[in-house]
């Protein structure tokens, strides 16, 4: 068996590190029974300057804010002949927003997966929440060590139990003299007292120096160890602040000669001399919110008498008089129990051995064999790689249908056109593309459901449409919340969207006065069509014509209109394709599903072969480069996607999801092959989930639509435009599925 380990790695002055180290060492040189040889490699996640001498081991490193190299590490993990992968964890290693950069590798990974969970919240942010989720759907095998952590992964995370396994924290299998260690360290005379790893501000180790004149005044030989460096984000951010107040606050305590600053990342051998030598270990956290504390697993695996406040795995490690506990930020109730420890050795020895017994069986090459049979058992059940279920557009996973965000952003003059995260963005007022999309979205709306709410907001978004057009039929797009104008006219894109809107309204009409409002504007505008130069703006008008051409097939004009159109979109096409390159421009930009679609549309009308063949290879060629991985992977708008270049991954945005299911809806519509209603479902998924990112932009709180992919992990602002694609989206989804039932 291979396995790939992915955490932090020494030399870097890390907890995680020192757990993936030891995990390494205790899984590959296991001395148990084995039924075959175990070898492997670490992948190192590097933080913001470091350059590391890594031991041979690693074979790779992540830098912790470049996505590129995640990608490269799954390609080489893939490709290394490793049976499984084993990954460490923890939210402040990992780029992008709450370490949201590690899924696309997790998503990538053609091998089972055993993840170890360091940091299990109770109270988890949205993206916290969302992000440990994914990562727990995608393992095989879930670690975690302690079991007030499996009950937050069933009832908060919503993970299954029996993907849960508990292992305890390892703790190196090292015994060292207590008499040796005090004499080593010139404390044969001190009764020690002792804290170590990372100084920060939630250790609250003040605690325990205001605890300490209380417990020099009966023991004035107390010495208190305070080992360990401040936290490297600490550092970062805030320097050697916290460590001035508690040098300050010894200082004014008058306790210079009884606390001891050791400001070193301190190896494991030395540490275990220092527990050794170590009368009372002590944690004293400031709060309950610590799933997994390593420091705590070692003081109890060496055999120290610990106190300590009730964090988690404190409350769970000490149970059993293995150790004390005292309340938070009490040094009054600490100070006395220290005190009466000292008062009485035999109670202290009575702890000693109680930790000791337990330490000897959760020593590293015991926790090692647990994690073998582990990885074993993960094996076993994942022979064969997952296959997506073959099956067409499955309802049962898509959430209800909602107007509930939209009626948030719709006032009495339109639908605003930001939101922050899900409230409406007043400042930003409204803009003429997604009252085209909103009424669009209505009107589909109540002809598939009768919606009665979609049919109320329908004249709101068409009376917006009608105050923004200008007596030469061109519509202007921005108003200001006050409702006055922002432009004199509009993008071409808008336009082309608000005759798609129209059209779609002359063919769809619910009563007569808003059909001929719609055939009112829409004609006012038609002197324009030739005007565009925009292949977009010429997409979206052709779609709109090509719906008002279904209901009114007759009109031989607006049928030549519409093919010079669609003539003009072929001219930009034949300009750019080559043996590599199928497309209408030297770049996939935004938006690019529009385009085949508009031909698609056309080629029914038109009856037009050329048509048809380009709309066929443009959208083949679009599905080659964003769809060949079982996933929608849009081309992010950071650099696009140019001719001879390379790709870019963010940022994603809804309004392509849209396109692409409604391109491949159209497709289905006139090839009558069932593959396309599979890729039109493949690419709605990727609003709930189905993406790079393994995030759902879909919001089930607020049943608005995030704004999409950035760099960074999820933009949770949920502006009209992405809720109004999502809901084009899913209502495709609905005709698709009731059209596949009628056709079988």
């Not at 009730?310 to 506990?325: S, V």
């Not at 063949?613 to 708008?637: K, R, V």
Request: net charge negative; proline share 3%; aromatic share 12%.
């Amino acid at each position: 068996m291979k396995i790939s380990f992915i955490g932090t790695y020494p030399p870097r002055e890390c907890g995680i590190g020192t757990f993936t180290k030891n995990l390494f060492n205790s899984v590959i040189n296991n001395d148990s029974e084995k039924k075959e040889a175990i070898n492997g490699f670490v992948i190192a996640l590097n933080d913001y300057n470091g350059n590391y001498d890594y031991p041979e081991e690693v074979k790779l490193t992540i830098r912790q804010e470049y996505q590129e190299d995640y990608i490269e590490a799954v390609k080489f993990i893939n490709h290394s002949g490793a049976d499984l992968c084993v990954l460490e964890h923890e939210f402040g290693i990992f780029g992008g927003q709450n370490g949201v950069y590690i899924l696309p590798l997790l998503h990538r990974l053609e091998i089972p997966l055993l993840v170890t969970l360091h940091t299990i919240m109770k109270t988890p942010s949205y993206n916290e929440k969302a992000v440990l989720q994914e990562i727990c759907k995608m393992a095989n095998k879930i670690v975690v060590m302690s079991h007030k952590a499996i009950d937050f992964l069933v009832n908060i995370y919503d993970v299954p139990e029996e993907k849960i396994a508990f292992i305890d924290h390892g703790v190196p299998d090292l015994q060292f003299s207590a008499k040796k260690s005090k004499k080593e360290f010139k404390l044969e005379h001190k009764k020690v007292l002792t804290t170590f790893g990372f100084i920060g501000r939630n250790k609250g180790i003040e605690t325990v120096i205001k605890a300490l004149p209380e417990v020099i005044e009966k023991h004035p030989d107390v010495i208190y160890m305070i080992l360990g460096k401040t936290h490297p984000n600490v550092l970062r951010h805030s320097g050697e602040e916290y460590r001035i107040f508690l040098m300050r606050l010894v200082k004014t305590l008058q306790l210079e000669n009884h606390v001891v600053f050791l400001n070193e990342f301190i190896n494991v051998k030395d540490l275990f001399k220092y527990l050794s030598a170590t009368d009372i270990y002590i944690t004293p956290y400031l709060n309950e919110a610590q799933i997994t504390s390593g420091t705590l697993a070692y003081a109890i695996g060496v055999g120290s008498a610990v106190i300590s406040t009730p964090y988690w795995h404190a409350a769970e490690l000490l149970a059993h008089k293995r150790g004390r506990l005292f309340n938070f930020n009490d040094s009054d109730e600490l100070g006395s129990i220290i005190t009466e420890l000292l008062d009485n050795p035999a109670e202290l020895n009575k702890l000693k051995n109680k930790a000791g017994e337990y330490g000897k069986k959760i020593t590293w090459p015991k926790t090692g064999e647990k994690y073998i049979a582990l990885c074993e058992k993960a094996l076993m059940q994942s022979n064969e790689k997952m296959v997506k279920k073959d099956s067409i557009l499955d309802l049962l996973i898509l959430p209800p249908f909602s107007l509930i965000h939209i009626n948030r952003l719709t006032d009495d003059t339109g639908i605003i056109q930001h939101a922050k995260f899900g409230i409406p963005n007043l400042k930003e007022g409204y803009c003429l593309d997604d009252n085209s999309r909103a009424l669009l979205m209505v009107l589909m709306a109540y002809r598939q459901m009768k919606d009665a709410r979609a049919l109320e907001l329908s004249p709101v978004y068409l009376s917006y449409i009608h105050y923004m057009q200008n007596k030469d039929g061109t519509f202007r797009n921005f108003l200001s919340f006050s409702r006055n104008y922002l432009d004199d006219i509009g993008s071409e894109d808008s336009f082309g969207r608000t005759i798609w809107a129209l059209g779609y309204l002359m063919g769809n009409a619910p009563n007569d006065a808003y059909y001929q409002t719609g055939r009112l504007m829409f004609f006012n505008a038609a002197p324009n069509f030739e005007k565009l130069k925009s292949i977009r703006g010429i997409a979206n008008t052709m779609i709109g014509i090509c719906y008002y051409l279904k209901a009114n097939p007759a009109d031989d004009s607006m049928t030549e209109r519409l093919r010079n159109l669609a003539h003009k979109l072929i001219k930009h096409y034949r300009e750019n394709e080559s043996d590599e390159w199928k497309w209408f421009e030297a770049l996939l930009a935004y938006d690019n599903g529009i385009l085949p679609l508009a031909l698609l549309h056309s080629a029914k009308i038109l009856n037009d072969n050329k048509v048809l063949e380009t709309a066929i290879n443009s959208m083949q060629f679009l599905t080659e480069h964003t769809l060949n991985e079982n996933y929608l992977s849009i081309i992010g708008n950071e650099k696009w996607y140019t001719k001879d270049g390379e790709r870019s991954v963010f940022a994603q945005q809804p309004i392509d999801a849209m396109a692409m299911v409604l391109m491949y809806h159209q497709a289905f519509h006139i090839t009558k092959d069932k593959e396309y209603l599979n890729k039109l479902y493949t690419a709605f998924l990727w609003f709930l989930g189905e993406n790079d990112l393994r995030l759902s932009l879909y919001d089930f709180e607020t049943k608005g639509c995030c704004d999409g992919f950035e760099s960074y992990g999820i933009n949770r602002n949920q502006g009209a435009e992405s809720s109004l694609s999502y809901l084009i989206s899913h209502l495709t989804v609905l005709q698709a599925y009731e059209e596949f039932h009628k056709s079988i």
